[in-house]
């Protein structure tokens, strides 16, 4: 059968699911319902037959839900048949539409209108041909008006290609409309599970995780925001916390099942739609037991009576514990800790029960202290224990006997007279009557004889007597009696004033020392120099001996306890920035950074304040006196940056140049930092230049290889910085200048030792105008001479000279003329030789020492044994040496006055065994001086082994090592060739030494 679509109905329906969903039907009437059909799921209405031209049909149209009860509504539809041209020239023209809807637009929303035309103006026709199989839309036939028939679902199809055909009668075009669908927050998000259930132990530690909640969502934007709502306690909210993003639930505060062994909670999900929405889920979370409570006894201290003459098993007392854990953890056992001295009391591990296991004696414990104990089962286990006071009662014919065994007192020293002190009690089946019988140094205490009230007799002092040890005697009336020793112990009042030890204390510390440092103690006082370093009392600023150890401030206080506890001050505001004192030990350290160049040494005063009630502060201060030692922290500077000068030629060597100054601003009282260095680093070409570094004069070295120019870089170092500076020297050559020395060379000579100022040589020039002015120097300077600068007499300055050091100085002298007419000066020069004398002050010294010559008593007459040697620094017949025997056997012996051997003038056989020669050296000098040594001479048997060398020597480190092997090989030969066994002697004792025999 054939069906044409002539029309669409649409109908909308709010409710959802079977009370939203509409069916379409035809009323029938006059034969409607044979014509056209509708569908009743899209509301299509399709002709059944063919139809007359400009005829019209009026349809009655039912739109019903499917809902109880059902609601329906009707709609009138007018079909009109229009004649379908025969021929059209023209083709229809449309174009593609793109449109977005939303999830939320409703049925019967105009889509888009499809925009056609036709050039013949013929009627158009359009309808939906493909891209819409769940007919979600619908389009007016002859308006090409799009609406929506049905709610779009974002989650089942996103996009739309839809086909529209558009038809003139003849010709028939065909048109895109694509459809984007934009989600809208039309799902709730969902938990995996409703209801959560999770099994923790009370002591899991603060923020570990408890739970990790899943929820999940079907819209686009799937973020979703995890947070607790409600719990059945409120309490439980505190426990808990949930991480916003990631779901995790972990704990805020620690779980008390004790307190709560369940928490439900109430947790919401919910996503970034607008408006959002939510979900729940419940949190069952069941916390089990864990054994973090000890058993609590029900009572702090319980206690007992019993007879001395009860029977085994007799109950004494009864203890109970609970435990607020359950099951295993809760399960007590009693048992009992300390205190059942001999073992006399037992307990029921179940139900705590004491009661006698031996036989008791109140002779000998009267009282126990039982420390009972109660042990839970859990894993670890936990104990508590409670005290258990067993008195023991006394049988009518015991002894009296004290209640406390070794009674103790406390009091106060200054306390008035009659103070209570201690009360004594005894047990006794009669009254008793107390006295003191031993112990009462100086009569201080009274004792009441009824009541046994010890109280003062007088004022105790705790300095004279810290305790006193009383004997007591109790008798009661049947004559028998106990005693006891009560130990009185005197307690300190503050009644003395602190004082120091010493009055000064004197200490350093270096000022490169960082913050917190101790300030070190000085072994031997210093005084403040002049320039800021601290000189010792022997005036030697570089003695400062260190003990290393840390500078303390001690004080003492005659007191004890808190009373003896003391305080430490720094009086004066500067130190105060600088050194702060520990408050309890005295002991001083830097709070700031010291610079010794600034404040070298600090002088305030501390004072002490010890602790008691009232604090007492003492009478006179300590003064501190703390020396800030220097280290080479400044770098040396040059006094000019660059130096310019001019050197005349012809020139020689050794001439000084210029003399370079430097200065540091580091203390001089060290070596280290006073020694500044100076040397040439650049410019100086073939070394024609040297520099004292020392003193920093440049001085001429190679004078035939002089340029005419140098630019030297010269450095100053004080072993750590340094500085450079530029030397600029014009080489140049002057001119005949007309003067001349009226000698070539000039002698002169000096002796030595000799501090005596003395003129050693005049120069003087020729060539010279009338009042010209010449000046004179010595180009080559030494300590040694100086030179008038117009006279030319040149004169020792009073040192000592040496000659054996140095017999000859050569000085180069210049004359200088600087004439105003002039641009160069006249310049000549002369060298002048001063000769040093010797004088006979060196006496021989001899070498090779010590002499031992061993000789045999069968050596021929002549032979020489021995030969001394002395040298003497001087010179000529002041350094010849002659030899002569002072003392010794000269009629065994003799000397070689010039050569020194030592010879024999007889045979020696039945002679002594030693001997020791005293030889003198003699020099040749007007006074002879003259020097001794001895020779040892030790004559032996052939048959005896003879040592190689009568002398051996050797050094040994100070740490050499137990055992270690010396450096000595000590020779002997055995005439008879007889193992030699060698030993080390020391007069009649063995030196701890080993001799390896056999080497």
Not at 204 to 209: D, K, W
Not at 297 to 324: C, P
Not at 502 to 517: C, D, F, K, L
Not at 592 to 607: G, N, Q, T, W
């Amino acid at each position: 059968m054939f069906w044409r679509r002539t029309s669409q109905v649409l109908a909308t329906d709010k409710d959802i699911g079977e009370n939203g969903r509409v069916s379409y039907s035809i009323k029938p009437g006059r034969g409607k319902a044979k014509k056209f059909r509708i569908d009743p799921d899209t509301g299509v209405i399709y002709a059944a037959r063919t139809f007359d031209v400009d005829t019209e049909y009026d349809l009655l149209v039912r739109a019903e839900d499917h809902g109880e009860p059902k609601r329906s509504q009707q709609a009138r539809v007018v079909v009109s048949v229009v004649g379908v041209p025969a021929e059209s020239e023209h083709a229809p023209v449309v174009k593609s539409e793109h449109v977005e809807l939303t999830e939320s637009d409703v049925p019967g929303f105009l889509v888009v209108l499809i925009m056609a035309s036709d050039d013949d103006g013929d009627q158009l026709w359009y309808d939906i041909v493909a891209g819409d199989d769940r007919n979600e839309f619908y389009i007016g036939r002859d308006n090409g008006n799009v609406h929506l028939a049905k709610y779009l679902d974002w989650e089942r199809q996103r996009e739309y290609n839809i086909t529209i055909s558009v038809s003139d009668g003849v010709h028939t075009v065909y048109s895109q409309l694509f459809v984007s669908v934009i989600d809208i927050n039309d799902h709730r998000p969902e938990f995996t599970e409703t209801v959560y259930r999770v099994d923790i132990s009370e002591n899991v530690e603060e923020g570990m995780e408890v739970l990790q909640l899943h929820a999940t969502d079907e819209d686009e934007d799937k973020k979703l925001f995890y947070s607790l709502h409600a719990a059945r306690d409120p309490m439980s909210l505190k426990l808990f916390r949930v991480d916003s993003v990631t779901g995790s639930i972990v704990m805020a505060q620690r779980l008390d099942r004790e307190t709560q062994d369940e928490h439900v909670l109430i947790v919401i999900v919910k996503d970034q739609g607008t408006p959002a929405k939510r979900n729940y889920a419940t949190v069952v979370i069941t916390v089990h037991d864990h054994n973090d409570h000890a058993p609590e006894f029900t009572t702090k201290i319980v206690q007992g009576k019993v007879f001395e003459t009860a029977a085994i098993g007799t109950r004494v007392a009864q203890v109970y514990a609970i435990d607020r854990d359950i099951g295993e953890n809760a399960r007590i056992t009693y048992s009992i800790g300390s205190g059942n001295i001999g073992n006399v009391f037992t307990i029921d591990p179940t139900m705590g029960v004491i009661s006698v296991a031996k036989q008791l004696d109140i002779s000998a414990i009267a009282e126990y202290v039982l420390h009972v104990r109660a042990t839970d089962a859990g894993k670890p286990a936990l104990s508590s224990q409670t005290a258990v006071h067993v008195v023991i009662n006394m049988a009518d014919n015991a002894p009296p006997r004290f209640i406390v065994e070794d009674p103790a007192a406390e009091i106060y020293e200054n306390l008035p007279i009659g103070t209570f002190v201690i009360h004594l009690e005894a047990r006794s089946t009669s009254s008793l009557l107390f006295q003191i019988v031993a112990g009462n140094v100086g009569d201080m205490f009274f004792i009441n004889p009824s009541t046994g009230v010890i109280t003062t007799k007088d004022q105790l002092d705790y300095e004279h007597t810290k305790f006193y040890n009383l004997t007591v005697r109790t008798t009661n009336m049947a004559s028998a009696s106990a005693t006891c020793s009560v130990i009185i112990n005197v307690l300190d009042m503050n009644d003395n004033v602190p004082y120091f030890e010493q009055q000064v204390y004197r200490g350093e510390v270096s000022e490169a020392a960082p913050i917190g440092s101790l300030v070190l103690t000085l072994s031997e006082p210093f005084l403040p120099s002049g320039n800021g370093s601290q000189v010792m009392p022997g005036g030697n600023a570089n003695h400062l001996v260190n003990s290393s150890l840390p500078l303390v401030i001690k004080a003492k206080d005659n007191d004890s306890g808190l009373n003896a506890l003391l305080h430490y001050d720094i009086l004066d505001m500067l130190p105060r920035r600088y050194f702060h004192i520990d408050s309890s030990t005295g002991a001083i350290k830097t709070i700031m950074f010291l610079d010794h160049e600034k404040i070298p040494f600090f002088s305030f005063h501390v004072k002490v304040t010890d602790l008691g009630k009232p604090r007492l502060t003492s009478e006179l201060t300590a003064e501190v006196r703390i020396n800030i030692t220097d280290v080479n922290d400044c770098a040396p500077a040059f006094t000019q940056s660059e130096y310019n000068v001019t050197l005349l030629l012809p020139t020689y060597a050794s001439v000084a140049v210029l003399q370079l100054n430097a200065t540091d601003e580091d203390s001089s009282s060290t070596d280290e930092n006073s020694t500044l260095r100076y040397d040439i680093i650049e410019g100086n070409r073939d070394g024609v230049f040297a520099i004292d570094a020392r003193s920093g004069v440049i001085t001429t070295r190679d004078v035939e290889s002089i340029g005419t120019a140098y630019r030297l870089a010269v450095r100053v170092s004080d072993g750590k910085f340094a500085k450079v500076a530029q030397v600029n020297i014009n080489v140049e050559t002057s001119e005949n200048s007309g003067l001349i020395f009226q000698r070539q060379i000039y002698e002169g000579s000096i002796m030595e030792n000799s501090t005596k100022i003395s003129t050693v040589a005049v120069v003087n020039v020729l060539g010279s105008n009338l009042n010209e002015h010449i000046e004179f120097s010595i180009l080559n300077p030494t300590d040694m001479f100086r030179i008038g600068l117009t006279s030319g007499a040149i004169q020792t300055t009073g040192r000592k000279f040496d000659r054996e050091v140095r017999d000859n100085y050569e000085l180069i002298v210049e004359a200088r003329s600087q004439q105003p007419d002039r641009e160069k000066p006249r310049v000549a020069h002369v060298i002048v030789n001063v000769t040093i004398l010797d004088i006979n002050d060196n006496c021989p010294m001899f070498v090779n020492l010590p002499y031992y010559a061993v000789v045999s008593v069968d050596d021929p007459r002549g032979s020489v044994i021995t030969k001394v040697h002395a040298l003497d620094l001087d010179s000529f017949e002041n350094g010849e040496v002659r030899y002569e025997m002072k003392r010794g056997h000269g009629e065994l012996f003799k000397v070689d006055r010039k050569t020194g051997e030592v010879t024999l003038k007889q045979t020696l056989e039945g002679h002594n065994r030693d001997y020791e020669l005293l030889i003198s050296a003699y020099d040749g000098g007007i006074t002879p001086c003259s020097t001794d040594v001895t020779v040892h001479v030790k004559v032996i048997d052939k048959s005896m082994p003879v040592f190689s060398k009568q002398f051996y020597s050797d050094m040994v480190a100070e740490n050499i090592e137990l055992h270690s092997p010396l450096s000595v090989a000590i020779q002997a030969e055995s005439p008879l060739g007889r193992k030699l066994i060698y030993s080390i002697v020391k007069g009649n004792e063995m030196e701890e030494f080993t001799v390896d025999f056999n080497t």
